[in-house]
């Protein structure tokens, strides 16, 4: 079992950064594959981006290439999502997912969640 918990939400404007962090409780999180998803109001969830177990790959949905930027630190059970040039379609819950081996596609197959926590945007 995982569980996690998102922080570092809040009220930014266009333009802004902010960093989300996700902290993961157990001994292992080195060997789950973490993932990050986003809920606008009245949309459906959406995946946002993945890295993997080690850190050494991620991936990432084509609308916040370039401005996002996923991190982990194993040491610390957390994982970061680095937002940049943030912009007012980036309002919505952000969530982080984690999934053991086999990893799979990296938008798929997750098996635990956090509550996620909120980004709004303000122009």
């Known amino acids: 079992q995982v569980q996690l918990a998102e922080s570092g939400g809040g009220l930014v404007q266009a333009g802004e950064s902010l960093t989300l962090s996700c902290a993961a409780s157990?001994?292992?999180?080195?060997?789950?594959?973490m993932g990050w998803f986003r809920q606008a109001p009245g949309m459906e969830r959406e995946f946002v981006g993945f890295i993997s177990g080690s850190g050494g790959f991620t991936y990432y949905t084509d609308s916040v290439k370039g401005r996002f930027t996923i991190s982990r630190d194993n040491a610390k059970n957390t994982v970061y999502l680095q937002m940049n040039s943030l912009k007012l379609e980036d309002t919505a819950v952000y969530f982080c997912a984690a999934k053991g081996p086999p990893s799979g596609r990296p938008s798929m197959g997750y098996d635990y969640w956090g509550k996620g926590t909120q980004v709004t945007v303000s122009s």
């Open positions: 157990g001994r292992t999180f080195s060997s789950y594959d």
